[in-house]
């Protein structure tokens, strides 16, 4: 009875772990909804397999489905304990649905747990930014160029005051609450409060819920990041040129690509495209391409769309990487392509 039970258990966590496979390389090859798939039957049998919640988390960030990626963040937090990874999708979430003071808790936790996302930097100096609070904004965008990050440059020259080229480079903080400032520990206590009372199956995913936080969180200079110091050669960094670019595909879809120069980048490939949507609008995409004209990085951006159909803005996601521009000077330029639909019917 007992050899049965061991062998039954080990057949379990091989069909386990083979789906966990699968299921990061359906997100690698941007297969999104399959992913998601795989995921949930991972986290049926095994919620705290692996990293399994942050992917799946992860994933439906991608896809726009915010509440969700909050989510199975505070379920991840509730089963594993806080880390940057968790503290990162937690705070993206709420700053992608507006929730502004919780945001700003949560990103300043993944900044001090070590978090190396330029994102996390960009999207709480934002919120520093909106409440008057320049010279913390500043502070993290310093942070986000060391990661490499040109809307940051291009944000610190448009904002800033005049500040030496370096700072000095400090060590990244242990990812535990040990030795942390007591606004930062007292922030992770809330995240963690929270998920006691409001962490939800993934069945009740449709809930909204809000972490009762404080916009007045003392940012902490010395959360560093990539070990780099922060410099900004100016010949690498694109102006802020938001000509576009636009592309009529058919009747129903024209594409319009801007920002930091990209409209005047020649495009030298294109993916074929079909949009079918009862819903007419536009869906905004994130786009960075490297010097050889590759695209490394899109994301769906909501506050810049008027539709958020999942299965469109996974489509739009894909398709936004399948661009190839020509080579150019330039390490990194970001901008967005703007997908501009007319309605089928």
Known sequence: MFSTFVLNAQALDEEVGFRYVKAEYLVSTQRFDDAIRELNEIIKVQPGFKEALIIRGETKFTLAA????????????????????????????????????????????AIALGSKDEKVYMERAQILLNNGKNDDACSDWEKAIALGSTTAAINYSKYCKAKSNQVQNTTAPSPTNQGLPKEVTQATENIVSETEDKVKTPEQNNAQTETNTTDSLVIQNNAETSGKPFSMDESKVPQE???????????????????????????????????????EGVMAVEICVNENGRVDYSEFQAAKSTIDT?????????KAKDFWFEKSDFPKQCGYIYFKIKSSN
Do not use: F, H, W
């Open 310 to 318: 999942k299965s469109l803005v996974s489509l739009a996601v894909r």
């Open 241 to 279: 040129d938001n000509t576009p670019n636009d592309i009529v595909i058919d009747e129903e879809l024209t594409l319009s690509i801007l920002g930091q120069g990209l409209g005047n980048r020649r495009v030298l490939e294109r993916p074929s495209i079909l949009i079918l949507s009862d819903t």
């Open 66 to 109: 915010y509440k969700g990626a909050k989510e199975d963040a505070l379920q991840y937090i509730d089963i594993k304990g806080i880390n940057a990874a968790a503290a990162t999708l937690l705070g993206r979430s709420e700053y992608a649905m507006s929730k502004m003071p919780s945001a700003l808790n949560s990103l300043t936790v």
